[in-house]
């Protein structure tokens, strides 16, 4: 019990605005904020949707322990629903994002709550089972457009005024979304819900005996989780106007893991910096014609043997042992 | 016996005996997957890739030293189980005191290279694996035309599913296997090289892998996609039979594969999914599985 209240008073500590912190803030936005005049803004786009899905993949198995190897079920399904909505249905862009991240929602109850039944690996064999269910089901469904999958999504207007059509407006709606998306998350870890998620990943069975009911926090890991990689993937859809059954296959589910992984789990920035490396990485190497999959394989394998705790991870490890090393 | 519910039974008996190889084939590679479960507490993610693998194996030799069928049944698994042997001796070792899913993520990441590799150098497209001439036509039972090759798979995997099970079951050796997986540090005690027999036991799971794939070389088209395809199945057949017990893993592949077939009958939209279906609902009524026991 000590230590529990005493991570909650250092969180506490750590919640009291600090000048660097809020300066540090302030620079990371203002960065994004100028970014697309310097760079390629659908690339920039690109970035922040699946640094989004990578914070959300992050929330699952870096704060409850929990290895999903079908995320993409939740990513794809949602980019489905969003272009669906879009261009079908011809709601605005705001509804279309809200429905497919509330079909990722439902999803991701349906899924989680058979899943969170089993632990350790058989949890992530049965999540990847059951997004290869999704993955059947995009390829059969009508509406999902088979092998074409959904193209030529209209981005439509935002709120009836904002022509997302333009490439600025549609960068700064997605930096809205990446950066709402990612303080929520950030609420959620450092929230007493998300101490007892790590009580709960740290060791199961005692934070049953101190009567917490264990698979209704995993589960409702499981949705948010599953919410936000579908905010993430509607979004995508809206940006590169298609959803199709990239967004659904296991590779993308294998993707986020390593976006994740390659950052550092557990940690609030390792998602977003894995995500950058993975993304650029792979652009880099359509271009080059070398075989994209060995390299994500290598980089995998690598980062299993060698730093588990991603860059993220193993750099603030540096950082605490410097400091401690000063300290005494 | 003309008709059951509106099929003719040609059709009836030719699903179910496509139902029968795909069973052979989940029954394999979800035993392969036990043994290694149960010696070295992994899920072992490349299983797929090594099926693959070993398939163009057989594919390779045959069109680059004319060695057929016969010789590949025997090498191509060979060298699958060596390759596992190395894979093992230099960098899965390192990942037993660790949590069991980074050995699964650093599986998954062998997985990738493979696929990618013969992604890069083939293509997607499948290539065509002749049937041995020894095996080749088939007869007539009536009922149906049952083709002379897939008897064999049928019953040479078979034989090696019981095989297997026999060996580790009812043999010294066997023995030894199922004691090192209850208590290692005793068993070492007793002056058994434990790290010898854990390095077996992956490269005999590799192995059987090894031989699906050889088997299923002239069924299916030899692809780099054959392994992802196939093994995403074989995890939810390893959920819903659990991967405590072995023979438990050959019924539960056998059965999962003929309910398959029998779906392409009745209703084939449903055939990719009926596998997955089952997992959730055995994962609603018992949890650990059909033969599963609880760790």
Redesign the interface.
């Known amino acids: 019990m000590s230590i529990h209240s005493s991570v909650m008073v250092d969180d506490r500590e750590r919640r009291v605005a600090h000048p660097g912190r809020i300066a540090a803030w302030g620079l990371a936005l203002a960065l994004l904020a100028i970014a697309p005049f310097f760079l390629y803004p659908v690339f920039l786009m690109k970035l922040m949707c699946f640094a989004l899905f990578a914070c959300a993949f992050n929330l699952l198995i870096g704060y409850a322990g929990l290895?999903s190897f079908g995320h993409a079920a939740f990513f794809g399904a949602a980019a489905y629903i969003s272009a669906h909505s879009a261009k079908v249905w011809g709601l605005s862009p705001e509804l279309s994002i809200l429905a497919g991240t509330a079909c990722a929602a439902v999803l991701g109850w349906i899924i989680g709550s058979?899943?969170i039944?089993?632990q350790?690996?058989?949890f992530?064999?049965?999540t990847?089972?059951?997004s290869?269910?999704v993955y059947?089901?995009a390829?059969?469904l009508k509406f999902t457009g088979g092998e074409d999958g959904i193209q030529n999504v209209p981005r439509g207007m935002l709120f009836g005024v904002l022509d997302l059509g333009k490439t600025l407006n549609m960068y700064f709606f997605v930096m809205a979304i990446f950066v709402i998306g990612f303080v929520i998350i950030r609420r959620v870890v450092h929230s007493p819900y998300g101490q007892i998620l790590k009580a709960i990943r740290e060791n199961e069975p005692r934070a049953i005996s101190l009567g917490y009911q264990v698979e209704r926090y995993k589960l409702l890991a499981f949705v948010l989780s599953a919410t936000f990689a579908g905010l993430a993937g509607a979004t995508k859809a809206l940006v590169f106007q298609v959803a199709s059954l990239i967004d659904v296959q296991?590779q993308m589910s294998?993707e986020v893991?390593l976006m994740t992984?390659l950052g550092g789990m557990g940690t609030l920035l390792g998602p977003v910096v894995g995500s950058v490396l993975v993304v650029s990485l792979e652009s880099y190497l359509a271009e080059s014609g070398f075989?994209?999959?060995?390299?994500?394989?290598?980089?995998?394998?690598i980062?299993?043997?060698l730093f588990?705790k991603g860059i993220v991870g193993e750099a603030s490890g540096w950082w605490e042992g410097r400091a401690g090393r000063k300290a005494s | 016996m003309t008709e059951f519910l509106s099929v003719a039974p040609q059709v009836l008996f030719g699903q179910l005996l496509v139902g029968l190889i795909n069973g052979s084939f989940y029954a394999l590679l979800s035993l392969g997957l036990a043994v290694i479960f149960g010696m070295l507490n992994i899920v072992n993610m490349a299983h797929g890739a090594f099926y693959m693998l070993s398939a163009f194996l057989g594919w390779l030799l045959l069109t680059h030293t004319g060695l057929g069928y016969w010789w590949a049944l025997v090498l191509a698994p060979l060298t699958v189980a060596a390759l596992g042997i190395a894979l093992e001796r230099c960098l899965l070792r390192h990942l037993y005191r660790l949590d069991p899913l980074y050995s699964l993520l650093f599986t998954f990441g062998i997985a990738l290279i493979l696929e990618g590799a013969f992604r890069h150098y083939f293509g997607v497209s499948g290539q065509a694996y002749p049937i041995p001439e020894l095996l080749k036509g088939g007869h007539n039972l009536g009922f149906m035309f049952l083709p002379t090759y897939r008897a064999w798979v049928v019953v040479f995997s078979m034989a090696v599913c019981f095989g297997t099970w026999y060996a580790i079951e009812r043999t010294r050796l066997g023995a030894y296997l199922r004691a090192a997986t209850e208590n290692p540090t005793l068993v070492q005690v007793f002056g058994i090289n434990v790290p010898v027999m854990i390095s077996l036991t992956y490269a005999l799971g590799v192995g059987l892998a090894g031989l699906a794939g050889v088997l299923a070389a002239p069924i299916y088209q030899v692809s780099p996609l054959m392994g992802s395809n196939i093994i995403i199945v074989v995890f939810a057949v390893v959920v819903i039979g659990g991967m405590g017990s072995i023979l438990g893993s050959i019924l539960a592949g056998l059965s999962l594969g003929i309910l398959e077939g029998l779906t392409k009958v009745y209703y084939p939209e449903a055939s990719n999914i009926v596998v997955f279906v089952v997992m959730a609902l055995v994962l609603m009524v018992k949890p650990t599985g059909l033969f599963g026991k609880e760790h």
Not at chain 1, 291 to 301: A, K, L, T, Y
């Open positions: 290895l058979l899943a039944r089993r350790g690996i058989y992530a064999m049965v990847l089972a059951l290869q269910m059947f089901l390829l059969q296991w294998g893991i992984l075989p994209v999959m060995v390299v994500i394989g290598v980089v995998f394998v980062c299993v043997m588990r």
